[in-house]
């Protein structure tokens, strides 16, 4: 599987989007982009996937650039629940997709 | 409909001994996998079982190993345990064939003295 590279930490205020970059510039034709976020002592938790399209769900918006070497997780109004450790992850398709390698993610801040 | 259930949720263990985890996966989801996830760490894949075989395994010793049943429940065993086995084990659950997201349980935190 690809490996994806993060900033170890951001801020964001309150209200405001969030938008947490990750670079896989490994990244092969089948390889999909998965998010995931964990609050403090909790189990991982989905937040959205995509191949080349942009993706949105009601949590978030996925931009993946047209090269597929970079990606955006965009949380479009960030509340302090929102704070939490995020993954992006680069996995293989059908029938591996629980093979998720996780790296150290971006310890995301949400602040008043 | 229950999401993915774990048992135990905490338990202390001392070296050397051996330790079962088990993991009922999510209403009709198949494929079970499990991962470590050290403190301060992201959680590593341990493996993947499915049609109650072990499919995919990542860099773990022969300590770990596991068991699928025919109602997709699945085990996690290990043998031997080590200081550096304390960690919280998660299983995963997922459909095979079906690409998105995995169901995380909410762990079993194992105290390895």
């Known amino acids: 599987d690809a490996k994806t590279t993060q900033p170890p930490s951001m801020d964001c205020a309150e209200g405001r989007a969030a938008n947490l970059p990750c670079n896989h510039s490994t990244i092969s034709g089948n390889e999909y982009v998965y998010w995931y976020r964990q609050i403090h002592s909790q189990e991982p938790q989905y937040i959205i996937h995509?191949?080349?399209n942009n993706e949105t769900n009601e949590m978030a918006s996925l931009i993946i650039t047209e090269d597929r070497k970079s990606s955006t997780l965009i949380l479009p109004h960030a509340t302090l629940r929102d704070t939490a450790v995020y993954y992006c992850?680069?996995?293989?398709?059908?029938?591996?997709?629980?093979?998720?390698?996780f790296g150290t993610g971006t310890r995301l801040q949400v602040t008043l | 409909d229950a999401g993915v259930t774990q048992s135990p949720t905490h338990l202390i263990k001392t070296r050397g001994q051996q330790v079962t985890l088990r993991c009922s996966p999510k209403?009709?989801?198949?494929?079970v996998s499990w991962y470590q996830q050290a403190l301060g760490q992201g959680p590593q894949f341990i493996f993947q079982?499915?049609?109650?075989?072990?499919?995919q395994r990542g860099n773990f010793p022969d300590r770990f190993s596991g068991h699928q049943f025919p109602n997709y429940s699945s085990e996690l065993n290990v043998n031997a345990l080590l200081l550096g086995d304390s960690a919280l084990y998660l299983c995963?659950?997922?459909?095979?064939?079906?690409?998105?997201?995995?169901?995380f349980g909410e762990g079993s935190r194992l105290t390895v003295l």
């Open positions: 209403s009709g989801h198949d494929t």
């Open positions: 992850i680069v996995g293989s398709s059908t029938g591996t997709a629980s093979k998720l390698t």
């Open positions: 995963a659950s997922s459909t095979r064939g079906v690409t998105g997201e995995l169901f």
């Open positions: 079982y499915y049609e109650e075989e072990e499919r």
């Open positions: 995509g191949l080349k």
